[in-house]
């Protein structure tokens, strides 16, 4: 299994731009399907966007047109660039992973989980 550990996060005021990085060791990320997801607190964890191992990409309706995810399978990277953030985008955003996978947006769907790194947006 792939260990993946995310950075990047902050505080930001709205409108702001932050991007996210998850470094994966341990395993090549070329066959992974990998996602974020996020936490705000008193609410379950939910899907922001994934990415496969050939490349299909899916978003949450709460974030197309403003957040990116991309990868770099050479430096064994996700990131997600995420752009006129909002303070409900404020929550814990974790990286994970499945061998393969279809990008699924379910929790359950990944093996692999970061420790997470918080995301504060200020109006």
């Known amino acids: 299994q792939a260990q993946l550990v995310e950075s990047g996060g902050g505080l930001v005021q709205s409108g702001g731009s932050l991007r996210l990085s998850c470094v994966a060791s341990g395993a090549s990320l070329r066959r992974y399907s990998l996602a974020w997801f996020r936490q705000a607190p008193g609410k379950e964890r939910e899907f922001v966007a994934s990415?496969?191992?050939?490349?299909?990409?899916e978003y949450a309706e709460s974030v197309k047109g403003r957040f990116t995810i991309s990868r770099d399978n050479v430096e064994n990277t996700i990131y997600l660039q995420m752009n006129s953030l909002e303070p409900e985008d404020t929550a814990v955003y974790y990286c994970?992973?499945?061998?393969w996978g279809s990008g699924d947006a379910s929790v359950a769907e990944y093996a692999s989980w970061g420790q997470g790194t918080q995301v504060t947006v200020s109006s």
């Open positions: 990415t496969t191992w050939d490349s299909r990409t």
């Open positions: 994970a992973g499945r061998l």
